[in-house]
């Protein structure tokens, strides 16, 4: 029987999450992260820099992110084997627990979908509005379902599988490196000046690590949904990122509906191609999609018990 570090781990997060009052007393690992970065990008994104300057910079950065989040991985793990012996698995499992988030991308969809079940909309738009980047006050029922599904759709990839695609793989050192990655994505990532150089190198290294994680999430979200298939071969290029696009065509392939399309970005309309054909997004349609995302989230710990060797 192997070590069901991975498969206790999910087990955790699914059961807790990062508690509130957790958070209150120490915050959370993904901070650190934040706090590196912010220091990093007040220092090193210079404006009077050179484009090529700050693409140096932020290699640099990347390259000091995967040293703290790979190299505070290796600790861990050094010291749990080394204390642990025999009885290590639970003690990595909650090493690797924090970086995890089945249960914080469902707590925050939910409200989503609460509120247009009681047709509060301005509820439902500030709901979204907390997991998404465009603009949301102007969003109808059909724009905020699409919203929230995608968003559910593109992080069951970045929260879920492709954290545990790395602990399976390399341990914690690798599921850290990826949380620390995948940070700098968020908050540098971007094509939009001041971060299209300075971030390039994040958003680039960002899309490698979920190179595999990305297809794995679009095929388990299509056997979780029931289908989907045909819409995923379809549409899955038709996104803007080389990943993101896979578990969203999948999400509304199976679902029967589309989603993307044109969206508004602080006040300007980006019109971006649809994903998926049939309805139109409704609060029926994200009910159904939280629950392709449990089954998706339950066949992740199927897949994890059978890496590990666990029976």
Known sequence: MGEPAALAALMLDAALGWP??????????????????????RRWNREA?????????GLALLLLLLGVGGGAGLALEWAIRRWGGGTAWPWLALAAWPALAQNSLYVHVAPVVRALAKGEMDAARQAVARIVGRDTAALDEAGVARAGIESLAESFCDGVVA???????????????????????????????????????????????????????????????????AVLRRDRRKHASPNA???????????????????????????????GTGGEADVRAMKAALRIYVLACLLLWGLAAIWEGVG
Not at 245 to 274: N, S
Request: with cysteine; glycine share 16%.
């Open 163 to 229: 954290p545990l695609f790395w602990l399976l793989l390399l341990g914690p050192p690798g599921i850290w490196a990826y949380k620390a990655v995948n940070t700098a994505d968020s908050m540098i990532g971007h094509k939009e000046a001041p971060y299209t150089d300075f971030g390039w190198a994040a958003a680039r290294f960002d899309d490698l690590l979920n190179w595999v994680p990305a297809r794995l999430s679009g095929l388990i979200l299509c056997v979780a949904g029931g289908g989907g298939w």
């Open 49 to 57: 820099w050179s484009g090529r300057v700050r693409r140096w910079t």
């Open 245 to 275: 696009g896979w578990p969203e065509a999948a999400m509304a392939g199976a679902l029967g509906i589309r989603l993307a399309g044109p969206i508004r970005y602080d006040g300007v309309l980006h019109d971006k191609p649809w994903i």
């Open 20 to 41: 509130g009052w957790l958070h209150a007393q120490i915050g959370h690992p993904v901070g650190g992260f934040a706090r590196i970065i912010g220091a990093a990008e």
